[in-house]
């Protein structure tokens, strides 16, 4: 029987950092071991479009993981979605 691969919240952020910033969190804080989710999300803030992308991505790995339909994963996907999506770049005035 084959392993299911885990998918783990790190993974999640990883797809993100890996692909709009060029890093993984493992590098983002073996470089800033002191920060905290107040310095590393803006830092590292994504366009909403790239945001977008990343929740598309995120919720048809949710599927695949669980085999489950795209509304389960929708709706159940809130608090991963809490804990792993990237902030959106806001412009200031």
């Known amino acids: 029987m084959r392993k299911r691969k885990e998918l783990t ?3 999640l952020i990883d797809w993100w950092l890996t692909k709009y910033h060029n890093t993984t ?3 983002v804080f073996a ?3 002191d920060w905290t989710s107040k310095e590393f999300y803006p830092t590292f803030a994504v366009t909403e479009e790239q945001h977008n992308e990343w929740h598309d991505w995120m ?3 949710l599927m695949k993981y669980f085999c489950i339909g ?3 994963a ?3 996907s809130w608090a991963i979605y809490l804990n ?3 902030s959106v770049k806001t ?3």
């Open 91 to 93: 412009e200031k005035l």
């Open 25 to 27: 969190l493992k590098e």
């Open 74 to 76: 929708r709706k159940d």
């Open 70 to 72: 795209k509304k389960a």
């Open 59 to 61: 919720i048809k790995e």
């Open 84 to 86: 792993t999506s990237p």
């Open 9 to 11: 919240e790190e993974m």
């Open 31 to 33: 470089q800033h071991p």
